[in-house]
């Protein structure tokens, strides 16, 4: 059974930073891609950024290029995304996923669709 984790969200104010991690089971961790979402009340699920199955490629949206870094450690199945420079619009539950076909990670991967496993979500909230 495939089993994501997401730990480390809170309430923080605007400026300030977080790190999320999500801790794996239940899957060759090294061989998938994996990624962020996070969703806001109201709003559509949301892509934040993915990562390929070394660490060694990433990609991220728009919105959070030079404030969050997505990165991975496989040798404890564990995936981070250190969030920086919050804003109130960062606000929304993230969620972690993992796919094996986006191994090689990258924009195609940027959809929800394209992955089967997701985490329960944990909330993020930036006040102004």
């Known amino acids: 059974q495939v089993l994501l984790v997401e730990s480390g969200g809170g309430l923080v104010q605007a400026g300030g930073s977080l790190r999320l991690a999500c801790a794996a089971s239940g899957l060759a961790f090294s061989t998938y891609g994996m990624a962020w979402f996070r969703q806001a009340p109201g709003r559509e699920r949301e892509f934040v950024a993915t990562i390929n199955w070394s660490g060694g490629s990433t990609y991220y949206a728009t919105s959070v290029e030079g404030r969050f870094i997505i990165s991975r450690d496989n040798a404890k199945n564990t995936v981070y995304l250190q969030m920086n420079s919050l804003k109130p619009e960062d606000t929304a539950v993230y969620y972690c996923?993992?796919?094996?076909?986006?191994?090689?990670?990258?924009?195609?991967?940027?959809?929800?669709?394209?992955?089967?496993?997701w985490g329960q979500g944990t909330q993020v909230t930036v006040s102004s």
């Open positions: 996923a993992a796919d094996s076909r986006a191994y090689y990670g990258g924009s195609y991967y940027s959809f929800p669709s394209r992955y089967k496993y």
